[in-house]
Structures are given as structure tokens and as C-alpha cells.
């Protein structure tokens, strides 16, 4: 074998237990998940909150490596995620009545995507704010530390700046910023 197949080999192998541990370990920590598409990944453990129900499509990512991304739903809630979405560490996605994730979406480190004034599930029984549903298009990115607020629509292949807050409605291809995000760049 020459040097050149041998070190080729060798780098293959090399990332197989990377491979290994981010595959099982999606089936493994996704498990209270109601359906997991084929492919996704996890690297590191998210936490995950199921009362309701959350959907994960095919080939999504999941990096909780520095801070665990948190999945939480509310007894109503319902979470969708679509195909090829990748979801950074310290992550919050919270549902009490609908938040729906199109596909090719990427959602940066820290951002805070909660379809209640007061994100989480809260107590079993307890009585929550008014939920109003969030819609995030395909093909979206939102940068660092953003946070969507509840009833916010942000458009397809729409991108919201680093530490911006949503509100409102964001067309298809905007790009937007600030608190709170108002459009920069119209769609062209």
C-alpha cells in the first residue's frame, strides 16, 4: 500500500468515532422525539422537553457541544423541523402552540426561538400565556443570539442579523436587523 493510500486510510478511520457517536447519539438522545428523520445528527447531548409534539426531519444537525440546545414543548405545543437544518449550541426552540422550521434553515449559537412571552413548557397544569405560532421559511439564517418572538414570520432565504429581535413579519429575502429587526435589504 503506498504512503499516500495508507495516510488516506488512516484519516477515514480516524473520524469514524466521531461518526459513530454523533449517528447513535442522535437516536439515542432524540428519542422522546414523536419522529426523527434518517440522517440527522447530534453532536454532544440537546436537552429535550416532550409533552406535545416534535417532529425532526431527514439529515438535520444538532451541536450542543459548548452549551446544550434545548427542544421544549408544551402539552399543545408542536415543534416541526425540516430537512438539512442545523441548530448551534445554546439553542432554544419552545413551543406551546406551533413553531415551524423550513427546511435548509440555520439557526446560529444562542438565539431564542419561543412562541410564549415566557419560554419553556412550565409546570404540569399550570396556565400559560397566550401562545401565538412562529414560521421560520426555508433556506433562512439567523445569525448569533437572535430571538424570535411569538407570532414573527421571517420569510425564506431571509437573513436576520446577529443579536437582532423579530417581532413582526419578514419578507422572502430580506435581510433585517436590530431591536427590533427592521428590514436593511429588501429581497432582490
Not at 499516500?4 to 477515514?12: A, C, D, F, G, P
Not at 447519539?25 to 440527522?40: E, K, M, N, Q, Y
Request: with cysteine.
Amino acid at each position: 500500500m503506498t504512503a499516500s493510500r495508507l495516510s488516506q486510510v488512516w484519516q477515514r478511520a480516524w473520524h469514524i468515532p466521531n461518526w459513530l457517536r454523533s449517528t447513535i447519539g442522535a437516536r439515542f438522545w432524540l428519542r422522546s422525539c414523536d419522529r426523527v428523520g434518517p440522517g440527522t445528527k447530534t453532536h454532544w447531548r440537546p436537552l429535550i422537553d416532550n409533552r406535545g409534539r416534535i417532529a425532526i426531519g431527514a439529515k438535520v444537525r444538532f451541536n450542543s457541544h459548548w452549551v446544550p440546545i434545548e427542544l421544549v414543548t408544551g402539552t399543545q405545543g408542536v415543534i416541526e423541523i425540516g430537512d438539512s437544518v442545523f441548530v448551534n449550541y445554546g439553542t432554544l426552540i419552545s413551543a406551546n402552540k406551533q413553531v415551524k422550521i423550513g427546511n435548509g434553515v440555520m439557526l446560529g449559537n444562542y438565539c431564542i426561538v419561543a412562541d410564549t412571552e415566557v419560554a419553556g413548557a412550565g409546570p404540569t397544569g399550570a396556565r400559560l400565556p397566550d401562545a401565538r405560532g412562529i414560521v421560520i421559511g426555508d433556506g433562512a439564517w439567523l445569525a448569533a443570539r437572535v430571538t424570535v418572538l411569538p407570532g414573527a414570520s421571517i420569510g425564506a432565504r431571509a437573513v436576520i442579523a446577529a443579536g437582532s429581535v423579530v417581532a413582526g413579519n419578514i419578507p422572502d429575502g430580506a435581510i433585517a436587523g436590530g431591536i427590533p429587526a427592521r428590514i436593511i435589504r429588501g429581497s432582490e
